[in-house]
Structure formats: structure tokens, C-alpha cells
């Protein structure tokens, strides 16, 4: 009996680590719905950091994916670790939405506590294009 118990005690140990919280993921996503193509450069000078992407129209990219690694990030900011945010348009044109301002994102919050997505969304339409 005695081995039974830390045998069970073992295995619930070790079910109980295989549901711990592994984070929280972090997405930005550009979503192109105009007939521009965008060329989106982010810089982050803390981490020394510079990601460019091209995104053609009626497309959708991931910009930044991450993990908090288990961090609290109830105050979560779209703008979280971005210290600059280009956006070039085809054809000379003008964005005239402004990435770097919070409101012209769409934040969502998916899935369950301890497997959490927080997703911002940058969503250009032809509307937004001079």
C-alpha cells in the first residue's frame, strides 16, 4: 500500500506540473485590407531589435509574436515593446491611421487563464489610405 500511495502521489505530481501556466502569448497582427501593399518596419532599441514585413493586400500578418513567460500583463499595451512603427504604402500613398496611437489598434483576450492569447490588431482599410 505504501508504494501505491507515493506511486499515485508521483503521478499526480507529475500531471499537476504538465498543466502548469506556461504564459501568455503576445501576438500583433496586421491586417491589410486595402489594394495597397504595406511595408511594415518595428524597431525596438531596448532589445536592439528591427523586424520587417510586407504585407499585400487583402493579407494578414503576424508583425511580433512572443511570450510573457508566465509575467502578469493585465495592463497589457498593443505598443508593448515597440519603440517605432513605419508603415510604408505602395505607390506613394499615405497611411493615415497612426500605429504608434493605441486607440487605432483592436485588442482581444483568447483563450482560458492559464493559456492566454492577447491579440492586437492593426487593421488598414482602403478608407485609411490617402
Known sequence: MNIRFWGLLALGTLLMASCKDEGQE??????????ATLEITLINNYLDFTQTLTVGPG????LSTGSNDGKDFENYSCLWEVDDLQIQVSGSRTLLKDPLDES???????????DLTR????????????
Do not use: A, P, T
Request: proline share 0%; aromatic share 10%.
Open 59 to 62: 493579407e494578414s500578418s503576424d
Open 26 to 35: 503576445l501576438i500583433k497582427r496586421f491586417k491589410n485590407q486595402s489594394d
Open 104 to 114: 487605432n489598434w483592436i485588442y482581444e483576450v483568447r483563450g482560458e487563464e492559464s
Open 119 to 130: 491579440l492586437c490588431i492593426f487593421l488598414v482599410q482602403q478608407s485609411d489610405i490617402q
